[in-house]
C-alpha cells in the first residue's frame, strides 16, 4: 500500500525514544497490542514518558485494572447490526464496518473488544452490507468505518465506492480515518483520484487528537484532498494527559483550521474497559469549551458530544449558558 508501514516493537520503542526504564509499567502481552507506525512514532518527543502522543499507544498494566462503569462494550453496538458489519442506529444513515484493519492501535479505542469476527463486512466482501443498504431507501448517508477503511486496498476502496454509488437513494458517503495523522503517505495520487470521482457525496472526517500530530506533510495531503472539493473534519477524543487542557484544545482548533481542516467534533470518552485513565468529567469538558469560547471565534470550537448506548443521536453536551451568549 506504501512505503511506510514499518510498525515499531514495544522494546525498540521504549529505546529509540531512550525511556527504557519504564518498561516494567508496560504490558507487553496486551490482547491489543502495540502498533504504531514509523510515521507517527517521528512525532514522539524522546525521553519524555509522559508525551501525549506516546500516552495514545503505548499499552500499560494499568489497563488491566477493572474499574465500575467502564465495559466491553460500552456503546453496545453489536445490538443494532441488522447485516454482516452494517451498524444502523441513527435515521438515515448506516455505518459500515468496512475492515477491522488499523494503521495504529489507540488505547482508548471503543472498538477494542468488538468481535470483528462475525462483524466484519470486508469478509464476504461487503455483499451482505451492499444489500442491506441497498434494502433500506431512508438511508441517505453511508458511514465508511472499521477499523480505518483506508486500511483496505485502493482496489477494493475503489469496488467499494462504486458499488455504493449505485445505490440511488445515497446522497452522501462519509470516512472516518486515522491515517492523516498517522501514515500520511497513504494518501497518493491514485487514493486521490478514486476519490474525486465521488467527490460531490464524500466528507472525510479525520481523527487527531493533539497538535503534535499536525505537520507540514499533513497539511499537504490535507490540501490534495481538498483540491478535489471534498470537505473535511476533525473529530478528536477528549483524553486525559493528551489534551484536557485549554492550550492543548485551543492550539490544535488553530492548527487544523490553518491545515484546512475544520474541528467538528470533541467527543467524550466512551467509556471502553481499560480506558479509565483517560476519562475526563463532564464538568471539566463543559469548562474547557466555555473556556475556549471566551478566547476563540465560533469556528474553531468543537461540539462537545457523547454517544449514549441506545440513543437515537449523539448527545450535545450542554454548555454553561452564560457563556453560550460569547461565541462570536
Ligand atoms: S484508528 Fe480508530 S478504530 Fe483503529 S484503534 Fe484507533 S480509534 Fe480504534
Known amino acids: 500500500m506504501t512505503t511506510e508501514e514499518s510498525f515499531t516493537p514495544i522494546s525498540n520503542l521504549l529505546k529509540l525514544l531512550n ?6 509499567e ?37 489497563e488491566l485494572e477493572n474499574v465500575d462503569g467502564f465495559t466491553p462494550n460500552p456503546v453496545q453496538e453489536t445490538e ?34 468488538f468481535p470483528y469476527s462475525e462483524n466484519n463486512a470486508e469478509k464476504e466482501q461487503w455483499k451482505s452490507a451492499i444489500e442491506y443498504i441497498k434494502s433500506d431507501t431512508s438511508i441517505s448517508e453511508v458511514i465508511l468505518s472499521g477499523g480505518d477503511p483506508f486500511s483496505i486496498s485502493d482496489a477494493k476502496l475503489s469496488y467499494l465506492l462504486e458499488k455504493i454509488n449505485e445505490i440511488s437513494h ?33 466528507s472525510i472526517i479525520f481523527h487527531i487528537n493533539h497538535p503534535n500530530e499536525i505537520d507540514e506533510k499533513l497539511a499537504e495531503k490535507v490540501k490534495l484532498i481538498r483540491n478535489t472539493g471534498i470537505i473535511v473534519f476533525n473529530q478528536s477524543v477528549l483524553l486525559h494527559s493528551v489534551n484536557d487542557n485549554i492550550d492543548i484544545l485551543s492550539n490544535l482548533s488553530k492548527k487544523l483550521y490553518k491545515s484546512g481542516i475544520v474541528p467538528y467534533y470533541l ?29 476563540l471565534p465560533g469556528y474553531l470550537i468543537p461540539r462537545l458530544v457523547r454517544e449514549n448506548a441506545g440513543d437515537m443521536s449523539k448527545e450535545y453536551m450542554p454548555i454553561n449558558s452564560r457563556l453560550t451568549k460569547n461565541i462570536g
Open 267 to 295: 467527543h467524550f470518552l466512551d467509556k471502553v474497559q481499560g480506558a479509565s485513565e483517560f476519562f475526563v468529567s463532564e464538568n471539566i469538558a463543559c469548562e474547557l469549551i466555555s473556556q475556549m469560547r471566551k478566547t
Open 19 to 24: 525511556i527504557e526504564h519504564i518498561l516494567d
Open 170 to 202: 445515497i446522497e452522501f458517503i462519509r470516512f472516518h480515518t486515522r491515517f492523516l495523522p498517522t501514515i500520511p503517505n497513504r494518501i497518493t495520487d491514485n487514493l486521490i483520484k478514486i476519490l474525486e470521482v465521488y467527490s460531490n457525496k464524500i
Open 80 to 113: 443494532f447490526m441488522p447485516a454482516v458489519g452494517v451498524l444502523h442506529k441513527y435515521y438515515g444513515r448506516a455505518l459500515v464496518i468496512v475492515t477491522q484493519k488499523c494503521s495504529i492501535h489507540c488505547r482508548y479505542c471503543f472498538r477494542k473488544h
Open 26 to 62: 508496560v504490558d507487553k502481552n496486551s490482547f491489543f497490542p502495540l502498533k504504531v507506525p514509523s510515521s507517527f512514532v517521528d512525532k514522539i518527543e524522546k525521553n519524555n514518558p509522559d508525551d501525549p502522543l506516546l500516552k495514545q499507544i503505548l499499552p500499560l498494566k494499568s
